[in-house]
């Protein structure tokens, strides 16, 4: 599984997954034609040149050379210092197996890495199971919005992650089964990797027992420390380097 920034060749698949996404998770309060319209509007003609915009992030999850998911957010404030993540979405199809986490965590990532010291995430009061999964992973209701989405208004939920002071900091910790292992990948352990950060995995959800190392450009376990602290993925190659050298040696 890659997870990449969109490209103008993504936008079909986007618009698809955006449709196909609504139309499972919302229609309990979104009617079709509502949800058509919300379409139109947002991933329209126009939404091939959005790509261009330097303060607008687009990610997709690619497997097997397909898209099966996005996430859409914005950098926005004087000196765009709130990244706002507005919308993820994953294929109905899709869905489970840690995905929309990983998804969550690339894009708040970047996010961090572009200019945020703030990330909000939205997500529509009448979505249950939206509301569990940001509650769920590090963020707290902070407020309320009014959005308009084809010719009605809805409320949405506005959560907050503030204060970042390290990524120590963060909570969001997936259940995950690789290899026929289940092991507990905790994403605010995470360190720099050549491709893509390596988060510390554990073998019992309360993180008393360490297994080792999540490779998060590939979703594999298969890697080795050496006792300099440098991590190689043996699955795709993905490398950190050493972060510490002894004094004596230089």
């Given at each position: 599984?890659?997870?990449?920034e969109a490209?103008?060749?993504?936008v079909?698949a986007?618009?698809?997954i955006?449709?196909d996404?609504l139309?499972?998770?919302?229609t309990?309060?979104?009617?079709?034609e509502t949800?058509?319209?919300?379409?139109d509007?947002w991933?329209?003609?126009?939404?091939?040149?959005?790509l261009?915009d330097?303060h607008?992030?687009?990610?997709?999850?690619e497997?097997?050379?397909?898209?099966?998911?996005?996430?859409q957010?914005?950098?926005?404030?004087?000196?765009?210092?709130?990244g706002?993540l507005?919308?993820?979405h994953?294929?109905?199809?899709?869905?489970?197996?840690?995905?929309?986490?990983?998804?969550?965590?690339r894009?708040?990532e970047?996010l961090?890495e572009?200019?945020?010291d703030?990330?909000q995430c939205?997500?529509?009061?009448?979505n249950?199971?939206?509301n569990?999964f940001?509650?769920a992973?590090g963020?707290?209701q902070a407020g309320?919005?009014e959005?308009?989405?084809?010719?009605?208004?809805?409320t949405?939920?506005v959560?907050v992650?503030?204060?970042?002071e390290s990524?120590?900091?963060?909570?969001?910790?997936?259940e995950?089964e690789?290899d026929?292992?289940?092991?507990?990948?905790?994403?605010?352990?995470?360190v720099?990797?050549?491709q893509a950060?390596f988060?510390?995995?554990y073998?019992?959800?309360?993180?008393?027992s360490?297994?080792g190392?999540?490779?998060g450009?590939?979703?594999?376990i298969?890697n080795?420390?050496d006792?300099m602290?440098?991590i190689?993925?043996?699955?795709?190659?993905?490398r950190?380097?050493?972060?510490?050298?002894?004094?004596?040696y230089?």
């Open positions: 599984m890659e997870i990449r490209t103008e060749s993504d079909d986007i618009r698809s955006a449709h996404s139309a499972s998770t919302y309990d309060f979104l009617d079709e949800i058509d319209t919300a379409i509007q991933y329209g003609d126009g939404f091939a040149d959005d261009a330097d607008l992030l687009i990610l997709v999850v497997r097997d050379g397909e898209i099966i998911g996005f996430s957010s914005e950098l926005v404030g004087q000196q765009y210092e709130t706002q507005q919308w993820l994953i294929d109905p199809d899709d869905r489970g197996g840690g995905t929309g986490v990983r998804l969550l965590v894009t708040r970047k961090l572009e200019s945020a703030q990330v939205f997500v529509l009061e009448d249950e199971g939206g569990e940001y509650a992973h963020f707290e309320q919005r959005v308009e989405i084809g010719d009605e208004t809805f949405e939920n959560y992650e503030s204060e970042i990524d120590d900091d963060w909570n969001a910790i997936d995950l690789l026929d292992e289940t092991v507990y990948v905790s994403y605010g352990e995470a720099r990797g050549s950060p988060y510390s995995a073998e019992t959800e309360d993180q008393s360490r297994y190392w999540f490779c450009h590939c979703d594999s298969d080795a420390m006792s602290g440098r190689e993925c043996n699955a795709c190659g993905n950190r380097k050493a972060t510490r050298w002894d004094s004596s230089l």
